[in-house]
């Protein structure tokens, strides 16, 4: 199958995408996670999308879509997500059944492409860095060599990648226990390809800005529990609400982004956890 999808921007000088991450849903919306509903975190950062009037080309939404395992809430995701009304490519976390999430998405029209077109000028690659029942990540070399394949055949447009898993340390020692074990592989890749303007993942549940080599590298919050920053231990941020990221890709290769919070924190987490 052709995993190539051509998408025009809404405005003729740049492409706008949001990018969502780490939902952890439940079949059950009574259900916590850390001590936050995830279900209703994930309707108020929706809500707060729709009510800031923010319209995107894409929706990049980057792994750990469910909690429980469950293609109920597999179906809950697709569900909001549609009501956005913007095209949703999406790829795999640790969190993740990845056959449950083909057939699931596929009835919502969530689309499988790993490969976008945006406009006459983008080119934005999906990657998989699930390795089946670990929490770290690899991208295998056949991942490996579909970056770099689809780097060359579409050398003339600028390029974004996303992936779940973070290739940078997050400064967290117990979170870099389950980062993507072969980040140096993708590394050489960035420093070899310029053309890559920018690189985009979840999993660690916090928002943090990279520069690697001439690539904007950055980290997306959660929609409902936020990771502590710089801990050693286990540890949950008692102020830093769920949010999303907004990247806009201009006509020229500019890459420019940034992260938005719903405005109340209601969604506080249960402090004494020390683990999922």
Request: aromatic share 14%; proline share 2%.
């Given at each position: 199958m052709e995993s190539l999808l051509q998408l025009p921007t809404k405005n003729k000088n740049y492409g706008k995408i949001l990018q969502i991450t780490d939902t952890h849903l439940f079949a059950d919306g009574s259900r916590a996670l850390l001590g936050v509903n995830s279900n209703t975190s994930f309707l108020a950062v929706i809500d707060e999308i729709k009510n800031l009037s923010r319209t995107y080309d894409l929706i990049v939404a980057t792994g750990d879509f469910v909690q429980d395992g469950t293609k109920e809430a597999y179906k809950f995701f697709a569900e909001q997500i549609t009501t956005l009304n913007t095209p949703c490519v999406w790829l795999p976390g640790n969190h993740d059944n990845y056959d449950y999430m083909q057939s699931?998405?596929?009835?919502y029209r969530l689309l499988d492409n790993k490969i976008v077109l945006l406009s006459d000028k983008w080119?934005?690659?999906l990657l998989n860095s699930q390795v089946e029942g670990q929490a770290y990540g690899l991208l295998s070399s056949s991942e490996l060599l579909f970056l770099q394949k689809?780097?060359?055949k579409y050398c003339d447009r600028n390029a974004l990648?996303?992936?779940?898993?973070?290739?940078?340390?997050?400064?967290?020692?117990?979170?870099d226990q389950h980062i993507l074990k072969n980040s140096v592989d993708l590394e050489k890749i960035i420093q070899n390809y310029p053309q890559i303007k920018g690189l985009g993942w979840g999993h660690i549940h916090q928002s943090q800005d990279h520069l690697w080599y001439t690539c904007k590298a950055f980290s997306t919050p959660?929609?409902?529990v936020q990771f502590k920053p710089?801990?050693?231990?286990?540890?949950l941020a008692d102020k830093d609400a769920p949010g999303w990221r907004e990247?806009?890709?201009?006509n020229d290769g500019m890459l420019e982004t940034e992260?938005?919070?719903?405005?109340d924190n209601r969604f506080v987490p249960d402090l004494s956890q020390n683990g999922y």
């Open positions: 699931v998405f596929a009835n080119l934005i690659i689809n780097l060359d990648v996303f992936l779940h898993h973070h290739p940078i340390n997050s400064n967290c020692h117990w979170l959660s929609t409902c710089n801990s050693y231990d286990f540890g990247i806009i890709l201009t992260v938005f919070r719903i405005n």
